[in-house]
């Protein structure tokens, strides 16, 4: 079976997922004093499925450009498996979600990672990320990327995401 993918920054493709756009908030903890950052904070709602992202920053602009030096932002996308993408059917294949981020990044799929595979470490690296081994159509999944300005003790530029696909293979 072909390839087929889905812009997660093209407006069509986002309805075809029944998703209303990348959300955006900056902190590692956002909304919190100081981004959220305190010594041994042991974990990050915004990680999680049913986090009220409700005030962030909708129909971002994953590619633009935020912060300068030490920081985090959180990028989320709740979206819905369709049962057929450009003509191929979806149920019972792979999907894949693919990023590169700017410079960290830690990828969450309904609220969990795969430490060995999922996390982002330098400019320019890909990431395949697995959400569905075989595809059901009407699935509800939420991706939440932490991403990170690095590295931590000198960093340099900005952060954002350079590409996000959602591919059925």
Same mark, same amino acid.
């Given at each position: 079976m072909p390839r087929v993918s889905l812009d997660l920054e093209n407006a069509a493709d986002l309805a075809l997922l029944n998703a209303d756009g990348w959300r955006v908030a900056m902190g590692v903890v956002p909304g919190e004093p100081n981004q959220g950052?305190?010594?041994e904070m042991r974990e990050s709602p915004a990680r999680l499925p049913d %986090?009220?992202?409700s005030w962030w920053e909708q129909n971002?602009?994953?590619q633009e450009r935020r912060s300068v030096?030490?920081?985090?932002?959180?990028y989320r996308l709740r979206f819905t498996i369709p049962a057929t993408v450009?003509?191929?059917d979806v149920a019972g294949r792979r999907v894949w979600f693919e990023t590169n981020v700017?410079? %960290?990044g830690e990828v969450y799929v309904d609220g969990q990672i795969d430490r060995n595979l999922w996390v982002i470490t330098g400019n320019n690296t890909p990431k395949r990320i697995l959400i569905e081994d075989s595809a059901v159509p009407g699935a509800e999944?939420?991706?939440a990327v932490l991403v990170g300005n690095a590295p931590l003790a000198e960093p340099v530029g900005t952060i954002f995401i350079r590409y996000a696909v959602l591919a059925v293979e």
């Amino acid at each position: 079976m072909p390839r087929v993918s889905l812009d997660l920054e093209n407006a069509a493709d986002l309805a075809l997922l029944n998703a209303d756009g990348w959300r955006v908030a900056m902190g590692v903890v956002p909304g919190e004093p100081n981004q959220g950052l305190v010594a041994e904070m042991r974990e990050s709602p915004a990680r999680l499925p049913d %986090y009220d992202d409700s005030w962030w920053e909708q129909n971002a602009d994953i590619q633009e450009r935020r912060s300068v030096g030490f920081t985090f932002a959180w990028y989320r996308l709740r979206f819905t498996i369709p049962a057929t993408v450009k003509g191929e059917d979806v149920a019972g294949r792979r999907v894949w979600f693919e990023t590169n981020v700017d410079n %960290y990044g830690e990828v969450y799929v309904d609220g969990q990672i795969d430490r060995n595979l999922w996390v982002i470490t330098g400019n320019n690296t890909p990431k395949r990320i697995l959400i569905e081994d075989s595809a059901v159509p009407g699935a509800e999944h939420v991706v939440a990327v932490l991403v990170g300005n690095a590295p931590l003790a000198e960093p340099v530029g900005t952060i954002f995401i350079r590409y996000a696909v959602l591919a059925v293979e």
